[in-house]
């Protein structure tokens, strides 16, 4: 175990919420472009959804 009086102070300008998020770069994880390239993926999947039920409410 680390000795908690061997971490300075200044870890906490690396530690802020803000830069936990954007560290999580992974499949799934929470970094902006993650979020921003899951959002456009759901925006498709509506678009193509949409088109499905309006094509077979015109079938009927």
Request: hydrophobic share 50%; proline share 2%.
């Given at each position: ?33 993650n979020v921003a390239a899951a959002v456009e993926a759901a925006e498709k999947q ?15």
């Amino acid at each position: 175990m680390t000795d908690p009086a061997l971490i300075s102070e200044d870890i906490f300008k690396f530690l802020t919420i803000e830069q936990m998020i954007q560290w999580r770069k992974s499949h799934g994880g929470t970094a902006a472009e993650n979020v921003a390239a899951a959002v456009e993926a759901a925006e498709k999947q509506l678009e193509i959804y949409s088109l499905r039920v309006r094509i077979s409410f015109f079938e009927i």
